[in-house]
């Protein structure tokens, strides 16, 4: 089964994709660890995208496309594959069509994650981080026993500046001019499942099996 995830951050997609990839055995495919992972091993496109990131630029969306065509083409997508953080614009996800094309792939589902924008600055502005041990809290959800403290090593815990309330705005909308108009384009295609993204990490995923059920009998 071949699938992408959409949605604004925060709303939780790289859990639930990563769950999702350990339920069907597939792999979840983050641009941003495949890029590395690309940089790392001297790939032809990942030589090409070292030398945007080395002089600042942004890594062109035909470097981004063919490092994810690279990744595709690995033996363990071959039962499928979760796109998540990719594409984010139009123009990358008529890049990714013409790609599949020629990979003899299709994408079968779209799940396109829906939370609301309070509840979304609420879960990035209560993140905080070690500065020591880089474990993770939150100020209402999973806050430390003493606040400010980690919990683990004692050191003290910071707010990165993604997660201020300023930023994630920014963010916001950026996603609703850049990202958003995807749920247009796949909804034309008939392709996308919108799933609330509001509830425990369990019922979500719940909510997201359910969604697939169809597929998952037929691919069964």
């Known amino acids: 089964m071949n699938l992408i995830f959409l949605g604004p951050p925060g709303a939780g997609k790289g859990t639930q994709a990563s769950l999702l990839s350990k339920t069907l055995n597939i792999p979840q495919i983050s641009t941003g ?130 997660d201020k309330i300023e930023t994630m705005r920014k963010r916001l909308v950026e996603y609703y001019n850049k990202t958003a108009p995807l749920i247009d384009y796949y909804t034309e295609k008939k392709l996308l499942c919108t799933i609330s993204g509001v509830g425990t990490i369990d019922e979500i995923q719940s909510n997201i099996l359910r969604g697939l059920e169809g597929s998952l009998r037929d691919n069964s």
């Open 33 to 162: 660890d495949i890029l590395r992972s690309a940089v790392r091993a001297g790939t032809p496109m990942g030589v090409r995208a070292k030398s945007f990131m080395d002089s600042g630029s942004l890594v062109p969306d035909e470097v981004v496309v063919g490092i994810v065509e690279e990744r595709l083409q690995e033996a363990d997508c071959s039962s499928g594959f979760i796109l998540d953080g990719f594409p984010r614009t139009v123009a990358q996800a008529d890049a990714l069509d013409a790609m599949l094309v020629r990979l003899c792939k299709q994408i079968e589902h779209v799940l396109s994650m829906s939370v609301d924008d309070e509840e979304l600055l609420t879960r990035i502005s209560g993140r905080r981080m070690c500065e020591k041990c880089g474990k993770g809290y939150h100020t209402l959800f999973d806050p430390p026993k003493v606040a400010g403290i980690c919990d683990l090593c004692g050191a003290s815990l910071y707010q990165r500046d993604d």
